[in-house]
């Protein structure tokens, strides 16, 4: 990815020879320290972070599976670094619509302007859930009895708003994700690199190697 103008193959290709690696390696690490608990320092800390790469691995490959498909069905794809950008135009565009209404800019003040500042919903966005969407669009609905004409046309613009910021927030959260498991799944890497050299250095010197 970093270097595309190389003929190195497609990336896809090369996260199914990733993944498949990191099975093998797993199997392998099962082969040659067994089931039985670590002892020692290094022993210990180089399993841990051996589990520390199989697993952050394994939900890296979870997260590539599943998230893409997620991002695609909400529509054309957004770039990550956009959003705060995106998001605070929303916000600012809600503000000045409701200004003019009296309940209108209350209701924004009190349910909506916190929302529409920050990203939010997180964890229901992983969730592929839309409930914390379909409360506030009802929650704005409701006001519609209280609403002149001119105001319900306002309301329903402000309910196209919540639903820009709402899509800002999937990709938020979801581009979060897809970026943070590498956070770890990298340097816990880096620390196996290490370790294992260490362990194949000790190894040869205990047995006369050295």
Partial sequence: KALP???LGHSTGWMHLHAWAGFLAVA???LHAGLRIPTGALETCLALSF??????GIVGLALARLLPP???ARGEPILFSRIPSLRRTVAERAAALVAPSRALADHHRLH??????APADALAHLRGSRVPLQRRLE???ALFRYLTPEEQVTAR??????KQKDLLDVHHALQTALRVW???HVPVTGALVLLGAAHALTVVAFRGGV
């Fill in 157 to 162: 613009e402000l309910m196209d708003l919540v």
């Fill in 182 to 184: 590498t956070l770890v």
């Fill in 112 to 117: 909506l302007a916190e929302w529409l500042a």
């Fill in 70 to 72: 997620m991002l695609r």
């Fill in 51 to 56: 589990v520390g790469v199989a697993g952050s």
């Fill in 28 to 30: 392998a690490f099962v």
């Fill in 139 to 141: 929650h704005t609905e």
């Fill in 5 to 7: 103008f190389l003929p």
